[in-house]
């Protein structure tokens, strides 16, 4: 399904590097609530995961320094337990701390430590299961969703080489982060904007899915430390 791009209160920029989809998400979602915010900057000001990019609790960081809520719904185990889901933030951050002990990766220790952050400055943690009803409620409240996702499997893609070639014997999965709009029930679909300007699935960075292929690139996205949808409001005056 192809989407008019001038649609009203969606402004998605293409993003200017492989690794800066995400930063620009978070320009979407500043430009909804009408904070012109330079991409530049927003790049320049979140950190870069060791393997390049970066992970939703950093936007999510940005979004709680510049006076924002932030709140992520979380399905990735390599970050919390399922049986943190009644814990408070106070008792969630040091188990958070004691795993980054543990922990021989860089990647996850920067995750976890991110994790941290975003608990201590007011950040909430959500468990509720990853379903339609979910996202179409998120939705209805009229402000963009960060879906942090697989982008292998949202574009039916083959994997990739690190130098960006396609290989589907030894290529890699790849993460990505989209901004999700509206929920259109009558048709069951999800409008999506896309920062990566040569998506497979449009012509342009707008386009319609199905809320079931959304799930699961979600899911899967925990693939690269992903899995995660982040809703970030304007705080009541």
Request: charge should be negative; glycine fraction near 6%.
């Amino acid at each position: 399904m192809k989407t008019n791009t001038t649609r009203p209160g969606i402004k998605m920029l293409a993003q200017p590097t492989e690794t800066s989809c995400g930063p620009t998400c978070l320009h979407a979602v500043y430009h909804h609530f009408e904070d012109e915010y330079p991409l530049e900057e927003i790049i320049s000001e979140i950190p870069e995961n060791p393997d390049g990019g970066t992970y939703s609790v950093m936007l999510a960081n940005h979004a709680l320094e510049r006076g924002y809520s932030a709140t992520i719904y979380s399905y990735n185990l390599r970050v919390f337990d399922p049986t943190w889901a009644n814990l408070s933030s106070e008792q969630i951050i040091p188990k958070l701390a004691l795993r980054r002990e543990h922990s021989h990766s860089k990647r996850a220790r920067a995750n976890l430590s991110a994790y941290i952050e975003f608990l201590q400055k007011g950040g909430e943690i959500r468990f509720d299961e990853l379903d339609s009803e979910l996202l179409a409620m998120l939705l209805a409240k009229g402000g963009p969703v960060i879906a942090g996702l697989n982008s292998t499997h949202l574009y039916r893609s083959a994997r990739l080489k690190k130098s960006g070639k396609e290989d589907d014997v030894v290529g890699d999965v790849e993460g990505h982060f989209v901004t999700l709009f509206e929920y259109d029930h009558a048709n069951k679909q999800i409008l999506v904007a896309d920062p990566y300007l040569k998506n497979p699935l449009s012509e342009t960075q707008l386009y319609a899915i199905a809320p079931q292929r959304l799930i699961n690139s979600v899911m899967l996205g925990i693939v690269t430390y992903d899995a995660n949808l982040l809703v970030i409001e304007k705080p009541s005056k």
